[in-house]
């Protein structure tokens, strides 16, 4: 498996498109948010807001990539990168969001796609990232520990129902284990 980060554009339109129609039709919830909140069916529109370069509405900058596997030319996931963390996300979003598209999960991308996110991570200057996932998300919690995350604390998330889990991954610390 040959997996690389790639930003929306023509030339991975098909693929895309193929992993929301798929995602879509199952009916759960989309993760990350930025790759569902708005229409893929519109690819240029889509490709061209899915990413924010100031902070607006409470929101900070961002990076979306998608993660091709390259071997099958088949997009398996995506990430979305906040450059930075407001009091919304320090407490329950994190620096990263990440999904694997349902066909493509329990075969380990997860832990190879958050490692591509945080050699991104690393670019943007990040030194300590935060993730966050759902206690029940034993999936996310694998990937986000195989990864360096060390867990800082949980809470109860009342808006949503769920206990969340909170883990800080040190960029420094897991570059000196490269």
């Known amino acids: 498996m040959d997996l690389i980060l790639v930003k929306a554009s ?3 339109r098909r693929q895309i498109t193929d992993m929301m129609d798929e995602w879509t039709s199952t009916g759960e919830k989309i993760i990350p948010y930025a790759i569902r909140k708005n229409d893929y069916h519109d690819f240029d529109n889509y490709a061209k807001n899915l990413e924010l370069t100031e902070p607006k509405d409470g929101l900070v900058p961002d ?3 998608f993660c091709l596997d390259a071997e099958r030319n088949i ?3 995506a990430v979305n990168i906040r450059h930075y963390l407001n009091a919304n996300l320090l407490r329950a979003g994190g620096h990263i969001g990440d999904g694997v598209r349902p066909s493509e999960r329990r075969k380990g991308i997860a832990t ?3 490692a591509l996110a945080l050699d991104e991570c690393a670019k943007l200057g990040i030194d300590r990232v935060l993730m ?13 520990i195989n990864n360096g995350g060390v867990l800082e604390n ?15 991954i040190d960029l420094k610390e897991r570059e000196g284990k490269k």
Do not use: H, Q
């Not at 759902?134 to 986000?144: Q, Y």
């Open 154 to 168: 949980e809470f109860f998330d009342e808006e949503y129902g769920t206990v969340v889990l909170r883990y800080w």
């Open 132 to 144: 966050v996932c759902d206690k029940d998300n034993i999936g996310s919690k694998k990937s986000i």
């Open 63 to 65: 990076s979306t990539f």
């Open 75 to 77: 997009i398996v996931g």
């Open 10 to 12: 023509n030339d991975y």
């Open 112 to 114: 190879k796609m958050i």
